[in-house]
């Protein structure tokens, strides 16, 4: 397993922009030739900070990532010779999920993108290369290993001298369910929130003010200090409202119609459009809401919470008919997130997986329990009500033939795999031209066969 993940760089974690190499006088230089591509030290910096803002820092990051980088270029360099085209669906999917998943662990959207030093929307582009790339490699992958067949037999052969202490060890999991409540925005609030965007545009249309400077200092989204730009994006990498609004500009003079989103409500301009992206500034305001609109969501959800105990309706019943959590709305109510190592969906979080303040009140549930009402920051940064169920609670344990068969099967078939892999990658480095700069020739690598 190790050296297989040693292969494998696509875990789903932020990456920080390149201009952090300014910032600690850093000159970008290319440092690794593989093929025809080169790998930059600055694609480097941006994977070792990665890593560590993941909270997952690697020993020698600057033998161990440039080889990582090299070893994704011979697989997508094969998936071309191949012709292996990337899933769409597959990398929205991904990328829309790592921004969730991050949005939970900083609690806000401003939070993400001061730490990520990038707008949600460049962040979400980043995340869809990823699963492009990674979507190709796994195909390439199984090209080359796909074959591998394990029978229980063998799986058995292979643990039965292993002492269980070695075993692989699995944490606590849980299954959690959810209904959330947003809680209103007043008609006043609303009403304030447009006047103050009507006369932004205003003052924009009639040229008293540049749309960037208003941006600057009054949008509350993470791209107020690029002037609201927000890039040249594709249309499924914003929220649908928002997208059509969008592309339905033509006069970079004009300011959009007021938007309402998930998010708040926005006004735009357009800067350009090219093939299917187009780029915009914008600047948004969030609605403030009044205390007693929460106490109002608390207590309706205390109330569900007590129907639900008392079986006037089932918790999968009431997350259907009445959450706002769009995400787990037709799954019953039932959370889940992208696993980073496997970027496959599951429903079973280990405790610090979850949204903190979901953690805090799972802790000490039983399996039925359902939580007391309590607030909670959303995906899209918002502050909602929430009840949460322990649906079930999977106790900490090493691996077992009879409760985890799958994961043992997958570890066995895992390591014939990265064989046959391995034995690939050995080859193609025959193949394949690979220059070294030479500051960076002397490291201890996973294939010696680089530096020639």
Same mark, same amino acid.
């Given at each position: 397993?190790?050296?297989?993940?040693?292969?494998?760089?696509?875990?789903?974690?932020?990456? &920080?922009?390149?201009?952090?190499?300014?910032?600690?006088?850093?000159?970008?230089?290319?440092?690794?030739?593989?093929?025809?591509?080169?790998?930059?030290?600055?694609?480097?910096?941006?994977?070792?900070?990665? $890593?560590? *803002?993941?909270?997952?820092?690697?020993?020698?990051?600057?033998?161990?990532?440039?080889?990582?980088?090299?070893?994704?270029?011979?697989?997508?360099?094969?998936?071309?010779?191949?012709?292996?085209?990337?899933?769409?669906?597959?990398?929205?999917?991904?990328?829309?999920?790592?921004?969730?998943?991050?949005?939970?662990?900083?609690?806000?959207?401003?939070?993400?993108?001061?730490?990520?030093?990038?707008?949600?929307?460049?962040?979400?582009?980043? #995340?869809?290369?990823?699963?492009?790339?990674?979507?190709?490699?796994?195909?390439?992958?199984?090209?080359? &290993?796909?074959?591998?067949?394990?029978?229980?037999?063998?799986?058995?052969?292979?643990?039965?001298?292993?002492?269980?202490?070695?075993?692989? #060890?699995?944490?606590?999991?849980?299954?959690?369910?959810?209904?959330?409540?947003?809680?209103?925005?007043?008609?006043?609030?609303?009403?304030?929130?447009?006047?103050?965007?009507?006369?932004?545009?205003?003052?924009?249309?009639?040229?008293?003010?540049?749309?960037?400077?208003?941006?600057?200092?009054?949008?509350?989204?993470?791209?107020?200090?690029?002037?609201?730009?927000?890039? $040249?994006?594709?249309?499924?990498?914003?929220?649908?409202?928002?997208?059509?609004?969008?592309?339905?500009?033509?006069?970079?003079?004009?300011?959009?119609?007021?938007?309402?989103?998930?998010?708040?409500?926005?006004?735009?301009?357009?800067?350009?459009?090219?093939?299917?992206?187009?780029?915009?500034?914008?600047?948004?305001?969030?609605?403030?809401?009044?205390?007693?609109?929460?106490?109002?969501?608390?207590?309706?959800?205390?109330?569900?919470?007590?129907?639900?105990?008392?079986?006037?309706?089932?918790?999968?019943? &009431?997350?259907?008919?009445?959450?706002?959590?769009?995400?787990?709305?037709?799954?019953?109510?039932? *959370?889940?997130?992208?696993?980073?190592?496997?970027?496959?969906?599951?429903?079973?979080?280990? *405790?610090?997986?979850?949204?903190?303040?979901?953690?805090?009140?799972?802790?000490?549930?039983?399996?039925?329990?359902?939580?007391?009402?309590?607030?909670?920051?959303?995906?899209?940064?918002?502050?909602?009500?929430?009840?949460?169920?322990?649906?079930?609670?999977?106790?900490?344990?090493?691996?077992?033939?009879?409760?985890?068969?799958?994961?043992?099967?997958?570890?066995?078939?895992?390591?014939?795999?990265?064989?046959?892999?391995?034995?690939?990658?050995?080859?193609?480095?025959?193949?394949?031209?690979?220059?070294?700069?030479?500051?960076?020739?002397?490291?201890?690598?996973?294939?010696?066969?680089?530096?020639?």
């Amino acid at each position: 397993m190790k050296r297989l993940k040693a292969i494998l760089i696509f875990a789903a974690v932020l990456v &920080a922009p390149a201009s952090l190499l300014a910032q600690r006088n850093v000159v970008d230089e290319v440092i690794w030739v593989v093929g025809d591509d080169p790998i930059l030290l600055s694609d480097v910096e941006e994977a070792r900070i990665s $890593y560590e *803002m993941s909270g997952r820092p690697i020993d020698n990051p600057y033998c161990v990532i440039p080889e990582q980088l090299a070893l994704q270029k011979l697989f997508l360099h094969q998936a071309d010779l191949d012709s292996i085209e990337a899933d769409e669906t597959y990398a929205i999917r991904v990328a829309d999920e790592e921004i969730n998943a991050n949005l939970q662990r900083y609690g806000s959207r401003e939070n993400l993108e001061a730490i990520a030093r990038r707008s949600v929307s460049q962040l979400r582009e980043m #995340y869809k290369k990823q699963a492009r790339d990674e979507y190709r490699t796994k195909q390439v992958q199984r090209k080359i &290993a796909g074959n591998v067949k394990v029978t229980p037999a063998e799986v058995r052969e292979y643990f039965k001298d292993m002492p269980e202490d070695s075993l692989p #060890y699995i944490p606590t999991k849980v299954e959690v369910q959810i209904i959330t409540l947003q809680p209103e925005v007043s008609r006043a609030e609303v009403e304030r929130i447009e006047n103050r965007l009507r006369e932004f545009a205003r003052r924009v249309n009639s040229g008293e003010s540049e749309f960037s400077t208003l941006a600057r200092f009054y949008s509350e989204d993470g791209s107020a200090r690029n002037g609201g730009e927000l890039g $040249y994006t594709g249309k499924g990498a914003w929220v649908p409202e928002f997208a059509n609004v969008a592309f339905s500009l033509n006069d970079p003079k004009k300011v959009s119609k007021i938007v309402r989103t998930e998010y708040g409500f926005h006004i735009l301009q357009l800067i350009g459009k090219r093939g299917d992206k187009v780029n915009v500034r914008h600047i948004l305001l969030r609605p403030e809401i009044e205390e007693s609109e929460y106490e109002r969501g608390l207590a309706r959800l205390d109330s569900i919470g007590t129907d639900i105990r008392e079986g006037k309706f089932t918790f999968e019943d &009431a997350a259907f008919a009445l959450s706002d959590d769009k995400n787990t709305r037709n799954n019953h109510g039932l *959370m889940g997130y992208l696993d980073p190592e496997t970027h496959t969906r599951t429903s079973r979080f280990e *405790m610090k997986e979850l949204p903190s303040e979901v953690a805090r009140v799972v802790e000490g549930m039983e399996p039925g329990d359902i939580s007391p009402a309590f607030r909670m920051t959303d995906n899209s940064g918002q502050t909602v009500c929430a009840i949460v169920k322990l649906k079930k609670r999977y106790p900490a344990h090493y691996a077992s033939m009879t409760e985890d068969f799958q994961l043992l099967k997958n570890i066995v078939t895992n390591d014939r795999s990265q064989k046959i892999i391995h034995d690939w990658i050995l080859e193609k480095q025959k193949k394949t031209y690979v220059r070294i700069n030479p500051d960076w020739k002397n490291c201890d690598f996973e294939y010696p066969n680089w530096v020639k």
